[in-house]
C-alpha cells in the first residue's frame, strides 16, 4: 500500500523528463549525472539528508542483492556527490552485479528518469530532520566550528526556516530545500515509478513500509527473509555495525562512525526550542505548502 497522497497522484508521465535543474553544493554536484549509464531495475533512493538515507537504502540493497549480508557503505554508490571520486562511482557501479541502488539527495527535477527504474523519496519532520542534522554536523571531521548548526537550538532553527535556497550552495540542510525536495517528488503527475515513504511510519512499522518498498521495486522474498531484513536493519543492529551501513566510514569523515546512528526515533526536540521559536517555525512552513501536504511531511500516514 502506498502512502496517503492521494491529492498529489497523477497518471504515468508519457515522456521522461529532462534533468531540468542543476544541483551544486558542497557535496552535490550533478553534473556529474553525465557519466552515469542506466540499467533497467536500477533503484535511486533520494530524500533530504537525516530522513533515513540509509536505513532506506541498506533496505533496498538487501532486497536487491536477495542477502543480508551487504556492506551497504559500499555497494551503495551517492554518485552526484563530490566524496568520492566520479572515476570511482562509476567503476563501482559497473562493476555491480545485480540489481543497483543509487543513492541522491537531489530533488526529483534534478535526477536523471528512466521509466524502467524505481524512485523511492522519504521525508521526516523538518524540525526531527534539524535536530538530527545537529548532530550529524558536529560528527563531520570537516564541519566548521562556527556551523550556525553548532550553536544554540532556538538559533539553528532560525537559520534552518529563514535561509534562502540556493541553488549554487544546495547542501546547507534548510528548511527550504527540503521542502522543494518533497513537493518537486508528491506533486502530480506523479509517474508510477515513484514511492514516497515517510520516517515516522517506518519507526511505527518497518516490516510494512519493507513490504511497500518490495512491490514498488517488483521483488517477492518470502516471509523469512522479509523478517531477517527487518531485524537486520533495526536501529541497534545498523548502529553495532557501523563500518558497514554509514557512508564514507572507511574514509575518516566522521569522528565516530556510529554516532552516525545517533538515537533514531522523533519529537526528541520537545521542550528544546522556546515558543516563539516554534511559533516561527509553524507560520513559515505553513505558506510554504497546503495543509494536507504539511500534515503528511510532518506526521506521514498519522497526519491524514
Known amino acids: 500500500m502506498k502512502p496517503q497522497l492521494d ?26 549525472w553525465a557519466r552515469f549509464t542506466p540499467r533497467s531495475g536500477d533503484v535511486f533512493v533520494s530524500t533530504p539528508p537525516k530522513c533515513g538515507t540509509t536505513w532506506t537504502t541498506t533496505i533496498v540493497a538487501m532486497l536487491c542483492q536477495g542477502t543480508t549480508d551487504v556492506n551497504s557503505a559500499e555497494s551503495v554508490q551517492w554518485l552526484d556527490a563530490e566524496v568520492v571520486p566520479i572515476e570511482e562511482a562509476v567503476a563501482a557501479l559497473q562493476a555491480h552485479e545485480g ?8 530533488p526529483f527535477d534534478g535526477m536523471p528518469y528512466y521509466a524502467d527504474a524505481t524512485y523511492i523519496a522519504v521525508y521526516r519532520h523538518p524540525i526531527d530532520m534539524l535536530f538530527s542534522h545537529r548532530k550529524h554536523t558536529a560528527n563531520m571531521k570537516c ?9 544554540d537550538a532556538d538559533g539553528s532553527l532560525k537559520y534552518f526556516i529563514n ?37 515516522s511510519d517506518m519507526l511505527a512499522d518497518a516490516r ?16 523469512p527473509f522479509l523478517d531477517e531484513i527487518h531485524e537486520a536493519t533495526k536501529f541497534s543492529s545498523m548502529k553495532a555495525q557501523a563500518d558497514r551501513y554509514a557512508p564514507f566510514a572507511n574514509r575518516d569523515f566522521w569522528h565516530d562512525s556510529a ?19 516554534l511559533s516561527d517555525y509553524r507560520q513559515h512552513v505553513a505558506s510554504m505548502m497546503s495543509a494536507k501536504q504539511l500534515a503528511w511531511l510532518e506526521h506521514g500516514s498519522a497526519g491524514q
Not at 564541519?143 to 550553536?151: F, T, V
Not at 510494512?208 to 516471509?223: L, N
Not at 554516532?259 to 521559536?277: P, V
Open 7 to 32: 491529492e498529489h497522484k497523477g497518471n504515468t508521465m508519457t515522456a521522461a523528463p529532462n534533468i531540468r535543474r542543476r544541483y551544486k553544493g558542497g557535496f552535490t554536484n550533478t553534473d556529474r
Open 99 to 106: 540489481r543497483r541502488c543509487i543513492k541522491s539527495h537531489t
Open 143 to 151: 564541519a566548521a566550528p562556527d556551523h550556525p548548526y553548532l550553536g
Open 163 to 199: 535561509r534562502a535556497l540556493d541553488f549554487d550552495d544546495y547542501d546547507d540542510g534548510i528548511l527550504a530545500a527540503m521542502v522543494r525536495h518533497y513537493l518537486s517528488f508528491i506533486t502530480a503527475p506523479v509517474p508510477e515509478n515513484v514511492l514516497a515513504i515517510h520516517y
Open 208 to 223: 510494512s513500509v519493507i513490504g511497500q518498498i518490495c512491490a514498488m521495486i517488483g521483488a517477492a522474498p518470502d516471509d
Open 259 to 277: 554516532a552516525f546512528f545517533d538515537s533514531g526515533g522523533t519529537g526528541k526536540w520537545d521542550g528544546k526550542l522556546s515558543k516563539a521559536a
